[in-house]
């Protein structure tokens, strides 16, 4: 693409701007593409007449050069450029390297589609202006871009465990794209324990993608979920990163086992990945949802609200609330929330406020919730859900 723009450069200079501009870059960057594929066939036949048997010497010092390796992962860290706004970052990132539309990333920021096309605008000026060069980050910058590329992994990931509109509940493209990312991180950095966190949350929560609809495609919560069908395999591995992760971050001397608990009361200080994970972790390995550790959920929840002040954090602590005190306690909770505003266009406030009035009997309000609900949904799954819900309290 960067030859197609160079020679658009010189050809539309003389030529003037074709009436397909994008048509005219993607048919240049095939030819090169293809043209790249030739040289290179023609080389790897030519080369063993032109040398002898130590070809591999220059792979050291280009491994030095760029310690990526990966062209997307690349990508992604030279986008998160800290002259940029974080939120600038994580939108640029997600609307050019991996192709998120402007829509998605708006919900997933829980701001509206145009003040979030304002953002991604701002960001391309500001590189333009500014003059930020194109540049692959050498190895020593790479920490203090992590925790922007983790997000923009999380991001989608999240987008595609739940698409937030489309005729599937998951996109099986984003989501395993997010999983291949994480994994070539956590391969970059293995000593970053937020790296291993986001891994592990990550498997531990795709585990169940198999259980989350029936064969209807119809929505299915997790209490309704079938565990013999999850993944096993992939939630002993990312259970086996939170323990890696959670020693990592905490002293040795003072917490000779491994174990979440014990972890988190001697002391550490683990990260939000690592802390998701560790709550993925705990409903990933319940027998059943009843014998879920509520408790011990209520826990890691506190620890990531204090790491990771989000509203929507909060939104899941009350759920787990009204697991350890009740759906009241928990609609004390919900009514903070829904004064503080940041949850207005989110259709998980209003249902999770509807579910917790159903269980209280209050068939009236819940109604009125779950209609609140339905209108801000737009996966199709969750909207089926959501009408099933009112036909219910509806009588």
């Not at 929560?205 to 198999?210: C, E, F, M, S, Y």
């Not at 259709?347 to 009125?368: K, N, S, T, W």
Request: glycine share 6%; aromatic share 4%; charged share 25%.
């Amino acid at each position: 693409m960067q030859d197609a723009y160079v020679a658009a450069l010189d050809a539309w200079a003389k030529q003037g701007v074709p009436r397909n501009p994008a048509a005219w870059l993607t048919t240049a960057a095939r030819h090169r593409a293809l043209d790249g594929l030739r040289r290179d066939r023609t080389l790897r036949s030519k080369l063993p007449l032109l040398i002898g048997e130590q070809v591999d010497e220059p792979s050291a010092s280009k491994a030095q050069d760029d310690p990526i390796g990966d062209d997307r992962l690349r990508l992604i860290f030279t986008c998160c450029h800290p002259a940029l706004a974080r939120e600038a970052q994580l939108a640029l990132t997600l609307r050019l390297v991996c192709g998120l539309s402007t829509s998605d990333i708006a919900r997933a920021f829980l701001v509206s589609e145009p003040t979030m096309a304002a953002r991604v605008t701002r960001a391309k000026k500001k590189i333009s202006a500014a003059r930020i060069a194109y540049r692959v980050p050498e190895a020593a910058e790479l920490p203090d871009r992590l925790d922007a590329v983790l997000t923009v992994m999380h991001l989608v990931f999240t987008t595609g465990h739940t698409a937030p509109s489309g005729p599937v509940l998951v996109r099986d493209d984003l989501v395993d794209r997010a999983i291949s990312l994480a994994r070539m991180l956590r391969q970059l950095m293995p000593d970053e324990p937020e790296a291993a966190g986001l891994l592990a949350l990550m498997l531990i929560t795709d585990a169940r993608r198999r259980t989350r609809t029936d064969e209807a495609g119809n929505l299915l919560l997790l209490e309704q979920q079938d565990r013999s069908q999850w993944d096993g395999s992939q939630i002993a591995e990312g259970a086996a990163l939170v323990t890696e992760a959670l020693r990592r971050q905490t002293p040795a001397a003072r917490c000779p086992d491994g174990r979440q608990e014990t972890a988190l009361r001697c002391g550490g200080r683990p990260g939000r990945f690592v802390l998701q994970a560790a709550i993925a972790a705990v409903h990933g390995e319940a027998p059943s949802y009843a014998a879920t550790d509520w408790p011990q959920l209520l826990v890691l929840y506190d620890r990531l609200l204090r790491a990771w002040p989000s509203p929507v954090v909060a939104l899941n602590r009350a759920v787990v609330i009204s697991m350890v005190s009740g759906p009241q306690a928990a609609l004390d909770e919900l009514a903070e929330l829904e004064a503080d505003g940041r949850l207005g266009g989110y259709h998980y406030l209003p249902a999770a406020r509807a579910d917790l009035l159903r269980q209280l009997g209050r068939r009236a309000e819940a109604l009125c919730a779950y209609e609140t609900a339905l209108k801000l949904a737009e996966n199709p799954a969750e909207q089926a859900f959501l009408a099933g819900r009112i036909a219910e309290v509806s009588g």
